[in-house]
């Protein structure tokens, strides 16, 4: 299994673009993010989600707003948590085209963090989403996400942490054909990102980087600025 995640990663890491995209792939885009997560008092449950405000450029051309919420689960006897989730998206065209498409989005996950060395914290997330994209079929999509957080000043995850954000994210989509005659890659998109974070107080931690976003088609940088919120 390890093999073949690491396998995966490596290929994703040398996507190659095939074509030229139909916006500016040299502009800088920009996300701002905030993710939320609480465990309900005395309880295996909880609730998790994020907001997040994607645009093309530094801000005012929409790509996507992205609103997604689920109810998650984590059993006592092991280090993991799962979710049952939705997304709501709609997205933006570039440039001075106002059209959008909407989407609905129903997600499970699995979440799990390991430590290598006592040091670097790694954490796996395998996503599997059903998507109902307007004019299209229903679609599915699996993903992968390893995240890697390395604590640069000694003091762990905790208040006051400056810390390396590392992540790595592969999705491949369940099949080919999206309806009209229309197809997709297997192979849909990887992220690649890497930028730094600290940590205000206890559940509550702020990051700033960049993230490479490949697709078979196109190349493009996004500058990333996110909140994660745990209370």
């Known amino acids: 299994m390890k093999k073949a995640l690491l396998f995966l990663l490596i290929t994703s890491f040398f ?42 450029d530094l801000g005012g051309d929409l790509e996507q707003l992205l609103l997604r919420g689920g109810f998650t689960y984590k059993p006592e006897q092991a280090d993991i948590k799962f979710t049952l989730g ?3 998206i709609t997205t933006g065209a570039f440039g001075d085209d106002n059209s959008t498409v909407s989407e609905s989005r129903i997600y499970q996950e699995a979440l799990f963090p390991t430590n290598f060395a006592d040091k670097v914290l790694l ?16 679609r ?12 640069l000043n000694g003091k762990g995850m905790e208040k006051g942490a400056v810390y390396l954000a590392l992540y790595n994210e592969l999705f491949i989509n369940g099949q080919r054909s999206i ?9 849909d998109r990887n992220r690649f990102y890497a930028a730094l974070g600290y940590t ?22 996004q500058l990333q600025l996110s909140l994660h919120h745990s209370f």
């Open 140 to 151: 599915t999509r699996y993903r992968y996400n390893l995240f890697v957080n390395v604590p």
């Open 15 to 56: 996507s190659v673009n095939k074509a030229t995209a139909q916006f500016d792939e040299d502009q800088m885009g920009a996300w701002y993010m905030y993710f939320f997560s609480t465990q309900f008092e005395d309880s295996k449950f909880g609730v998790q989600g994020d907001v997040q405000v994607r645009n093309w």
């Open 200 to 221: 205000i107080k206890k559940g509550l931690r702020t990051q700033l980087g960049v993230m490479n976003q490949t697709t078979d088609n196109w190349s493009k940088n």
């Open 179 to 187: 309806g009209n005659g229309n197809t997709v890659e297997i192979f």
């Open 86 to 88: 939705y997304g709501n």
């Open 123 to 138: 954490t796996h997330r395998f996503r599997y989403e059903q998507r109902f994209v307007e004019n299209q079929d229903m």
